[in-house]
């Protein structure tokens, strides 16, 4: 696809030559020329020293980052729901079941059990533990947070009850918490007030608060994207966002309405706030292809295709205008490397 791009921004030099005029010269030993005839308008412009970037843009899709369903832990009728878009913290409701909150309890670990007294040993006991103390509930130090359900424990389950205002019977129902790695933003809804739920039906979908762009790369492409690379994310208004590439799926999979395997590459931005509170809508995402460093260039409008064949610049100066034969090699950015008797601050003459 570049070498195509290459050959059309070619054929589009040749013929904006062709448009703009005739230049006759001849060459000396030295391969310059002296313009006896054009019929060029012309400015100039400085030859530079860059680098010429080479990109490719792929569909991509800006959403908050990891999405989930909440499902019912156990039956009931839903009393009350988390506004759609909102933030739920540790300890805040994310639900209500029979008058009874389902609270956001901070960890990585479902809830797949009642805790209790009598309990086994394990990391959700810990793990409520943990919240336990930060939420502010063990203020003198008096629980040890490890993985046994012990009377301190209890006491401390009965003291947050006591906050909810529910039955402060000093165990943890399933169903009566959520645990999640982080705050949830509240997604769509997936049932209704009044509805009777069975356990596992989905009450809501929930993402963490903050925004990523998910790009679905071809594996054939997968050489453009390494973990660390800045990238930059385009809005469906055309707003540019800076952003850098924060994972690489290990695996290559399928995905319905694309032909060809892909690899799924998840990019961060750099200022999550401009990408608005946008959720699965379309952005382009630029990807680096190709890079010529700390190259001599041009506006590719400077280039002159000569008759016999190759290209020349034709150098401003106080003199007669001269060419100078140059050979050319990376494009980018409406700018063409040029390598020859030329160097950086000599001026070229381009169209008007």
Known sequence: MRVLLRLVIVVAVVAAVAVGGVLVATWDSDEQATVTTTARAAGSVEIIRTDLVDTETFPATLRYREPRTIR??????????????????????????????????????????????????????????????????????????????????????????????VDDTGAVELGAVVFLPGPARVGAHQTELGASLAPGTPL??????????????????????RVGDEVKVELADGTPVAGRIAAIGATARTVPGVDEPVVEVTIELDDPAAAGGLDEAPVDVELEADRAAGVLAVPVEALLALAEGGYALEVAGDGPRRLVAVEIGAFADGLVEVRGDVTAGMRVLVPG
């Open 72 to 165: 019912a832990a156990s039956a009931g009728v839903v009393t009350g729901l988390a506004a759609e878009g909102g933030v739920v913290g540790r300890g805040e409701t994310l639900a209500e079941i029979d008058g009874a909150p389902v609270v956001l309890l901070l960890g990585e670990r479902p809830a797949w059990r009642r805790l209790a007294s009598g309990v086994a040993d394990g990391a959700d006991v810990r793990q409520l533990e943990e919240n336990l103390v930060a939420l502010g509930l063990d203020p003198d130090g008096e629980l040890t947070v490890d993985e046994d359900f012990t009377s301190v424990t209890a006491r401390l389950v009965r003291d947050w009850q006591d906050q909810l205002g």
């Open 204 to 225: 809501l979908e929930v993402t963490g608060p903050d925004q990523e762009v998910v790009l679905e790369l071809p594996a054939d492409r997968q050489d453009l994207a």
